[in-house]
């Protein structure tokens, strides 16, 4: 069984498997081909699929696991874990009922159930689903966390205390029981108490940032700006991608006429949430504020894109329209107000206005005499009082008279962290950042951000000239087949698999090995790369001066290296069989930057960093151009203590258009 990591953990260690997967083709008829799948290594391949982020492949692997053998649990399983990443939340709930029915004593089943009820608010089952992995996991903390949250959503706050006072006897250095009866507490109203909780919580961990986080929101509330800032400084030390973070001190920096600092914190939030509707709205009316209207409109634009009926948002951008001269602009969006509100006469006189610049005086005498007439009858409107700067509103408060007040969410809720591996990349590596990937060789062209002309090789070339193959490129690109392609592989593979067949029996013997060599390439597609490398190596006792089957041969059982080691398995001896087929391959074609450039990514990865960086400067002396070669040069020096020199390499490669080194830059340097 599998303990559940929280979203930050590695992709966990799956017990007593190996990799050892091949779809093997045992029988041939004239009528088609009948495939003996070992049901075993089939699952093998969909969860390699599953590692590689390959999701809809990996269901058609299981699909044929459960066609084959519906009785077992784990296809089901594991169909049910593709679904989720692929937000197919009944789909998944569905997978995973079926295969309790088949057997109900595994607490993964009950617990990747319950995630997928969560997601679908389905809180009560969810509660249930944890309360029965619990009756066979009673010391999972994760599963009484998460438990607890559901109690909190539910609004079932008296069990949510009860349950949590059991964690903290259990648990006593619990800093996130603490954290979690902090939030019981405020949706009780009791902020004292949950100041108490919190600060409990950060004396046991004073480096977590969402309880930073949320002692932040408390003091929001309370409107305790400069001990809100504090928290929230901490909080993004520690959690520097958290856009709500951001827009949160940008709150409490305008709170306290800190413009410039939060103007810099709505930029940094939406540098890492481009979407935040609060980022751009607040955003634009401090653009508004301190003149800077074109911008200002930019940001309300987006907004509107957002948001088409948000009449707030079109308001303040009809009179930043107004300001800088586009009036017709400006009365489509009054107008659109105007409707809404027929006696928001503010907006009534600023279209008359528009009409009048515009020198259309019967618009504007109509617009004005609905003014006057309600001049005569204040009553009916009252007045409009001029507005503080320091005013705020709630996202929900449609009151036009606050067009331009900041706005705040409508609950600064504490974000609930469910605990699971689900979440995330699958495989989540324990690097700092990842290397860029090897380049390999695919029947698919994956056209590249940062080059307009595709990776050549003479080798590739030739190979391409030859008659009725189809055509090898050069990527390193990591993309899913979508469910139309994975089936093309598959027949594509049963064609080669029944001429394979064929030759054997036949004078045309000789030729069988190149399509060993295709049929591999095909393998590798599907991320059959056991299957692959058999292939290949079938191949290379007929040729064994093919540089490309060497280099495939190094780049699959390097695939499948990666995944045995999130497995926990020693992968160092077939490690070194990567480097010795790659090293091969380059007293063969001493040419080629790509082969330089495989190796010194298992290099680095080995941390023999010196090595490494001498391969990837011999990639770049070949090609100049490769801009992957300066990124992961510019990692391995900067992994090396040669921060400088991996600066300037990351800068070269952004200079090529790899513009993701930037950031790397920016984290560096700081």
Same mark, same amino acid.
């Given at each position: 069984?599998?303990?559940?990591?929280?979203?930050?953990? %590695?992709?966990?260690?799956?017990?007593?498997?190996?990799?050892?997967?091949?779809?093997?083709?045992?029988?041939?008829?004239?009528?088609?081909?009948?495939?003996?799948?070992?049901?075993?290594?089939?699952?093998?391949?969909?969860?390699?699929?599953?590692?590689?982020?390959?999701?809809?492949?990996?269901?058609?692997?299981?699909?044929?696991?459960?066609?084959?053998?519906?009785?077992?649990?784990?296809?089901?399983?594991?169909?049910?874990?593709?679904?989720?990443?692929?937000?197919?939340?009944?789909?998944?709930?569905?997978?995973?009922? $079926?295969?309790?029915?088949?057997?109900?004593?595994?607490? =993964? /089943?009950?617990?990747?159930?319950?995630?997928?009820?969560?997601?679908?608010?389905?809180?009560?089952?969810?509660?249930?689903?944890?309360?029965?992995?619990?009756?066979?996991?009673?010391?999972?903390?994760? /599963?009484?966390?998460?438990?607890?949250?559901?109690?909190?959503?539910?609004?079932?706050?008296?069990? &949510?205390?009860?349950?949590?006072?059991?964690?903290?006897?259990?648990?006593?250095?619990?800093?996130?029981?603490?954290?979690?009866?902090?939030?019981?507490?405020?949706?009780?109203?009791?902020? &004292?108490?949950?100041?108490?909780?919190?600060?409990?919580?950060?004396?046991?961990?004073?480096?977590?940032?969402?309880?930073?986080? #949320?002692?932040?929101?408390?003091?929001?509330?309370? =409107?305790?700006? !400069?001990?809100?800032?504090?928290?929230?400084?901490?909080?993004?030390?520690?959690?520097?991608?958290?856009?709500?973070?951001?827009?949160?001190?940008?709150?409490?920096?305008?709170?306290?006429? =800190? +413009?410039?600092?939060?103007?810099?914190?709505?930029?940094?939030?939406?540098?890492?949430?481009?979407?935040?509707? +609060?980022?751009?709205?607040?955003?634009?009316?401090?653009?508004?504020?301190?003149?800077?209207?074109?911008?200002?409109?930019?940001?309300?634009?987006?907004?509107?894109?957002?948001?088409?009926? =948000?009449?707030?948002?079109?308001?303040?951008?009809?009179?930043?329209?107004?300001?800088?001269?586009?009036?017709?602009?400006?009365?489509?969006?009054?107008?659109?107000?105007?409707?809404?509100?027929?006696?928001?006469? @503010?907006? +009534?006189?600023?279209?008359?206005?528009?009409?009048?610049?515009?020198?259309?005086?019967?618009?504007?005498?109509?617009?004005?005499?609905?003014?006057?007439?309600?001049?005569?009858?204040?009553?009916?409107?009252? @007045?409009?009082?001029?507005?503080?700067?320091?005013?705020?509103?709630?996202?929900?408060?449609?009151?036009?008279?606050?067009?331009?007040?900041?706005?705040?969410?409508?609950?600064?809720?504490?974000?609930? $962290?469910?605990?699971?591996?689900?979440?995330?990349?699958?495989?989540?590596? !324990?690097?700092?950042?990842?290397?860029?990937?090897?380049?390999? +060789?695919?029947?698919?062209?994956?056209?590249?951000?940062?080059?307009?002309?595709?990776?050549?090789?003479?080798?590739?070339?030739?190979?391409?000239?030859?008659?009725?193959?189809?055509?090898?490129?050069?990527?390193?690109?990591?993309?899913?087949?979508?469910?139309?392609?994975?089936?093309?592989?598959?027949?594509?593979?049963?064609?080669?698999?029944?001429?394979?067949?064929?030759?054997?029996?036949?004078?045309?013997?000789?030729?069988?090995?190149?399509?060993?060599?295709?049929?591999?390439?095909?393998?590798?597609?599907?991320?059959?790369?056991?299957?692959?490398?058999?292939?290949?190596?079938?191949?290379?006792?007929?040729?064994?001066?093919?540089?490309?089957?060497?280099?495939?041969?190094?780049?699959?059982?390097?695939?499948?290296?990666?995944?045995?080691?999130?497995?926990?398995?020693?992968?160092?001896?077939?490690?070194?069989?990567?480097?010795?087929?790659?090293?091969?391959?380059?007293?063969?074609?001493?040419?080629?930057?790509? /082969?330089?450039?495989?190796?010194?990514?298992?290099?680095?990865?080995?941390?023999?960093?010196?090595?490494?960086?001498?391969?990837?400067?011999?990639?770049? $002396?070949?090609?100049?151009?490769?801009?992957?070669?300066?990124?992961?040069?510019?990692? %391995?020096?900067?992994?090396?203590?040669?921060?400088?020199?991996?600066?300037?390499?990351?800068?070269?490669?952004? #200079?090529?258009?790899?513009?993701?080194?930037?950031?790397?830059?920016?984290?560096?340097?700081?």
């Amino acid at each position: 069984m599998i303990n559940l990591a929280t979203h930050k953990d %590695t992709w966990c260690k799956w017990r007593g498997i190996c990799l050892s997967f091949i779809i093997s083709y045992l029988s041939f008829s004239p009528q088609g081909v009948y495939a003996q799948y070992n049901i075993d290594r089939l699952i093998m391949v969909g969860r390699s699929a599953l590692y590689y982020e390959d999701y809809v492949l990996s269901i058609q692997y299981f699909n044929q696991a459960i066609n084959a053998k519906p009785y077992l649990y784990e296809p089901w399983f594991f169909r049910g874990v593709a679904k989720y990443y692929l937000d197919d939340y009944v789909g998944a709930e569905s997978d995973c009922s $079926e295969a309790i029915k088949l057997n109900p004593y595994v607490v =993964n /089943l009950y617990e990747l159930r319950g995630l997928t009820r969560i997601q679908q608010q389905k809180y009560k089952e969810a509660i249930s689903d944890y309360t029965q992995a619990l009756h066979y996991a009673p010391d999972n903390q994760n /599963l009484w966390h998460n438990r607890v949250l559901c109690r909190i959503h539910d609004k079932d706050y008296a069990q &949510a205390h009860l349950e949590l006072d059991s964690m903290l006897m259990r648990w006593t250095k619990y800093a996130r029981g603490y954290s979690m009866k902090a939030e019981v507490y405020m949706q009780e109203k009791d902020t &004292a108490s949950a100041v108490t909780a919190l600060d409990k919580s950060l004396e046991i961990d004073p480096y977590d940032g969402v309880i930073w986080g #949320e002692r932040a929101v408390i003091s929001l509330a309370r =409107n305790e700006w !400069k001990e809100s800032e504090g928290y929230l400084d901490k909080a993004i030390h520690l959690l520097p991608k958290q856009a709500n973070n951001y827009i949160n001190r940008a709150l409490a920096r305008y709170n306290q006429n =800190n +413009l410039r600092g939060a103007m810099a914190d709505y930029d940094a939030a939406l540098d890492f949430d481009p979407n935040n509707f +609060l980022g751009h709205y607040n955003r634009g009316l401090l653009r508004a504020q301190v003149g800077d209207d074109n911008r200002a409109i930019t940001d309300f634009d987006f907004v509107l894109k957002l948001e088409p009926d =948000n009449l707030m948002a079109r308001y303040n951008r009809a009179t930043l329209l107004d300001k800088t001269g586009n009036l017709r602009g400006a009365i489509d969006d009054y107008t659109k107000v105007i409707d809404q509100y027929p006696n928001f006469w @503010t907006g +009534l006189q600023s279209r008359a206005n528009c009409y009048r610049r515009l020198g259309m005086t019967k618009q504007a005498d109509a617009d004005e005499f609905r003014v006057y007439k309600a001049q005569l009858y204040k009553h009916l409107y009252g @007045t409009q009082p001029r507005l503080s700067k320091k005013q705020m509103r709630k996202r929900s408060d449609d009151d036009l008279e606050k067009y331009n007040q900041i706005v705040v969410a409508d609950e600064q809720e504490m974000e609930h $962290e469910y605990k699971s591996e689900y979440r995330g990349r699958v495989q989540n590596r !324990k690097v700092d950042i990842d290397f860029l990937p090897m380049f390999a +060789l695919s029947l698919q062209h994956m056209e590249s951000d940062i080059r307009s002309n595709r990776f050549f090789d003479r080798q590739v070339d030739s190979y391409n000239q030859q008659r009725g193959v189809r055509h090898l490129f050069i990527s390193n690109a990591q993309t899913s087949l979508d469910e139309s392609q994975t089936k093309a592989f598959f027949a594509y593979i049963d064609t080669l698999s029944v001429r394979i067949a064929d030759h054997q029996t036949s004078i045309l013997k000789s030729q069988t090995s190149s399509l060993y060599f295709r049929r591999a390439i095909a393998y590798a597609e599907i991320q059959n790369h056991e299957g692959a490398i058999d292939d290949l190596t079938t191949y290379l006792q007929t040729d064994s001066t093919s540089t490309l089957a060497l280099w495939q041969r190094a780049i699959c059982q390097h695939r499948v290296n990666m995944f045995n080691a999130s497995q926990g398995t020693d992968v160092s001896m077939k490690t070194a069989n990567v480097v010795g087929d790659l090293t091969d391959a380059l007293k063969l074609s001493p040419q080629n930057p790509y /082969l330089y450039y495989n190796r010194g990514i298992v290099y680095a990865l080995r941390k023999d960093y010196a090595r490494a960086t001498d391969d990837f400067s011999r990639a770049i $002396e070949l090609d100049p151009s490769l801009a992957e070669a300066y990124y992961n040069r510019g990692l %391995t020096r900067i992994y090396a203590g040669q921060q400088t020199d991996g600066i300037n390499d990351l800068s070269k490669a952004g #200079e090529l258009g790899l513009y993701t080194a930037y950031s790397i830059i920016k984290k560096y340097r700081k």
